[in-house]
């Protein structure tokens, strides 16, 4: 009668019903109390399943092999020789182990590394196809842009397989436009000389303020941008109160406030063609404002590309598109008439955001300032960087091409370089202010005979060659206070100077009364 798990004669046998082994009581309790199975044969037992079995108390027999020393120490080898028996076993069973512990890290160390490749092949083969895609023209029979109504895209925008959206691109009908756009107007360049109605530089010398207009609301002061439709003589502002206004200059009425955008406008451009003004504000938006003939303007589009702020806007010689760059690093081609983003230029990163942009005259350069203190400049036709200039301290605030089409003013809060587009060189710098006062608007007027400067007041210097020095025509304060002027814009011919400061006034600087009328058909000094 022997237990089947210790091997010994029970001093206390119990009988499965289940199985019919016997076993030593208190270790099959113990087992089915962990359990609750048969050791042996691993089907469910229980307390009850187990009978006492009857036996004689007896004084059990000591074994022969312990009646003897010899005896004794065969006992002892034995149980030393299973015991290295079962540690040997052991030392098998880890080494196994171990080793099949090895070949299953190194298999999944293969598979990380074959799904690592597989990923790189997949994003460079998405990076070929939208390369592709954006290079194939856009058939004329092919599907109309999607449209924008009252703000509103009529079919979401697609999506790429990388998770970006596809733009369908500047196809070759469009090129050829901008080509032939650049061809004319260089043509025109050469012959064009300066206006006799151009307002002479001891004209100038004489402005003074002649109007200021409270324009934007008291509780967030402050004009951040200006331009002016020359064709009508009316200027549009934006400010930090979240408003653009329209002013008829030669009335002084104010023509409409457009109101949408819910954070500062940084940016805003006149289309006169098609009488629209576009809007690029703080709140990552851009919106296209239709005018009518009553001088009201509602919104057409409202473009959400961007992923920060919206810093400049730029409208192309043609009229029929612009760019928008933001501080999400990126900048957008558009058509206007759509108001869909041919294509963005750039990966959206926080950092080297874009703070200014502007178009050159002939419409195929393409000059954006970033917060990282650099000039760069664009083919607008294959959207590839072509130059960079450094050398600012800060970031770039503001940039404007001189029509002779080879000058370039950035402004930033080192002061203003101009630089020679020919040899892509920095043949001047102007530091109007000391070292703490940032320059904010730089600004050629039309016939490129001007430069005007803002920051703590209003610079005005008349425009030489590369040798030449540019002397300084006039300052004119800053009227408002607060010594940011932020914006400067030149009316039509010079004959007067729009400034945007950080007050809610617009200010117009000119010759007053009829003294401005007397010196109007003088011929500009030479």
């Known amino acids: 009668m022997i237990c089947a798990i210790s091997g010994e004669v029970p001093e206390e046998p119990v009988l499965s019903k289940n199985s019919g082994l016997l076993f030593e009581r208190r270790l099959i309790e113990r087992y089915i109390e962990d359990h609750a199975r048969c050791p042996v044969t691993k089907e469910e037992l229980t307390m009850d399943d187990l009978v006492a079995v009857k036996t004689n108390k007896i004084v059990k027999p000591r074994p022969l092999q312990a009646a003897s020393v010899p005896g004794l120490l065969g006992m002892f080898q034995n149980e030393w020789d299973a015991l290295m028996l079962s540690n040997f076993a052991l030392e098998q069973q880890l080494h196994t182990a171990r080793q099949e512990l090895s070949h299953a890290l190194y298999q999944h160390d293969a598979a990380c590394r074959v799904i690592a490749r597989l990923k790189k092949e997949r994003d460079e083969s998405r990076t070929l196809l939208a390369q592709a895609e954006r290079q194939i023209p856009i058939s004329a029979a092919g599907p109309a842009p999607v449209a924008i109504t009252n703000g509103k895209r009529a079919l979401e925008d697609e999506v790429g397989p990388d998770g970006k959206k596809m733009r369908p691109g500047i196809n070759p009908v469009m090129i050829d436009e901008l080509t032939e756009c650049n061809s004319m107007l260089s043509a025109q360049r050469k012959k064009r000389q300066v206006p006799p109605s151009l307002a002479p530089i001891d004209a100038l010398e004489r402005y003074t303020q002649i109007s200021s207009h409270p324009l934007h609301k008291t509780n967030k002061p402050g004009i951040l941008s200006i331009d002016i439709d020359h064709s009508k003589d009316i200027i549009a502002t934006g400010g930090i109160d979240t408003n653009a206004v329209i002013f008829d200059r030669p009335s002084g009425q104010v023509l409409g406030t457009l109101t949408g955008h819910s954070k500062k406008i940084t940016s805003l451009k006149f289309v006169p063609r098609d009488e629209l003004l576009i809007t690029g504000s703080a709140d990552k938006t851009v919106r296209i404002w239709q005018g009518s003939k009553d001088g009201s303007y509602s919104c057409r589009h409202t473009l959400k590309d961007h992923g920060a702020e919206v810093e400049a806007v730029t409208v192309h010689a043609t009229q029929k598109y612009f760019v928008t760059a933001s501080r999400d690093n990126t900048w957008c081609f558009y058509d206007i008439s759509t108001g869909s983003c041919l294509t963005q230029v750039g990966e959206a990163s926080g950092q080297d955001g874009y703070t200014a942009a502007a178009f050159h005259p002939d419409g195929l350069i393409l000059g954006t300032g970033t917060s990282e203190a650099v000039v760069k400049i664009w083919d607008v036709k294959s959207q590839s960087n072509v130059a960079k200039f450094d050398g600012h301290v800060g970031a770039v605030t503001a940039m404007s091409f001189s029509e002779n089409g080879y000058f370039l003013a950035t402004a930033a809060v080192d002061g203003v370089k101009l ?79 729009a400034v945007g400061s950080m007050d809610r006034n617009l200010r117009i600087f000119g010759l007053p009364g009829e003294e401005q009328m007397e010196e109007a058909p003088q011929s500009p000094a030479k």
């Open 419 to 497: 630089w020679d587009l020919r040899k892509l060189r920095n043949f001047r710098t102007l530091s109007p202010y000391d070292p703490d006062t940032p320059t904010s608007s730089v600004e050629f007027d039309f016939s490129g005979n001007y430069l005007a400067v803002a920051g703590a007041d209003i610079r005005v210097y008349q425009v030489a060659n590369v040798k030449s020095e540019w002397n300084l025509v006039k300052t004119l304060p800053d009227l408002s206070g607060t010594g940011k002027a932020t914006c400067v814009k030149f009316g039509t011919d010079a004959k007067y100077v």
